[in-house]
T-cell receptor
Framework: GQSLEQPSEVTAVEGAIVQINCTYQTSGFYGLSWYQQHDGGAPTFLSYNALDGLEETGRFSSFLSRSDSYGYLLLQELQMKDSASYFCAVKSATNKLIFGTGTLLAVQP | DTAVSQTPKYLVTQMGNDKSIKCEQNLGHDTMYWYKQDSKKFLKIMFS???????INETVPNRFSPKSPDKAHLNLHINSLELGDSAVYFC?????????????FGPGTRLTVT
């Protein structure tokens, strides 16, 4: 089977750093994407890791360890507008994205 | 300029009816997708087209039929609607093949079947 597991909810305060983990078990792996979705909105692409290591894009960074079937999204200097759901997604051999269960991030003042 | 647009945004209909959702992208992408997001926010791919050709067809009831008249448009027709079809349906597009990790989503169509 194919599964991507994420924590269902994470809470943090403004200005803090938060890490959202993703562990995956899929038949065929070609990379890990991260998407953000605000309530009532559409998913928007944040980052992608095809190789092991850290990718940095502004306040957001994403990490991948293929040997551990594990990745995480790191959000720094949290802002209220970062309150949203975050999804990891595995890119499979057939070029489709298999999405994780999603993590609801609540940023508190 | 809207990159990926869908119509309608909301759709309320009764069981047994037939309805369609339309999607258009102006990004010049070759690949388009339909996703279903349920009430638990689980996002699952239904179909994918590459340059008008169906390339992904997940285990979806055959009441759902996608159609791509050209590579900028992908429509979804649903026959004999059921209560379980209530969900948000997202259209998305991407460059083809290896670039499919970065998809651009439309605003979604919230379908409610009563």
């Amino acid at each position: 089977g194919q599964s991507l597991e994420q924590p269902s909810e994470v809470t943090a305060v403004e200005g803090a750093i938060v890490q959202i983990n993703c562990t995956y078990q899929t038949s065929g792996f070609y990379g890990l994407s991260w998407y953000q979705q605000h309530d009532g909105g559409a998913p928007t692409f944040l980052s992608y890791n095809a190789l092991d290591g850290l990718e940095e894009t502004g306040r957001f960074s994403s990490f991948l360890s293929r040997s551990d079937s594990y990745g995480y999204l790191l959000l720094q200097e949290l802002q209220m507008k970062d309150s949203a759901s975050y999804f990891c997604a595995v890119k499979s051999a057939t070029n489709k994205l298999i999405f994780g269960t999603g993590t609801l991030l609540a940023v508190q003042p | 300029d809207t990159a990926v647009s869908q119509t309608p945004k909301y759709l309320v209909t009764q069981m047994g009816n037939d309805k369609s959702i339309k999607c258009e992208q102006n990004l010049g992408h070759d690949t388009m997708y339909w996703y279903k997001q349920d009430s638990k926010k689980f996002l699952k791919i239904m179909f994918s087209y590459n340059n008008k050709e169906l390339i992904i067809n997940e285990t979806v009831p055959n009441r759902f039929s996608p159609k791509s008249p050209d590579k900028a448009h992908l429509n979804l027709h649903i026959n004999s609607l059921e209560l379980g079809d209530s969900a948000v349906y997202f259209c998305a597009s991407s460059q083809q093949g290896e670039f499919s990790y970065e998809q651009y989503f439309g605003p979604g169509t919230r379908l409610t079947v009563t």
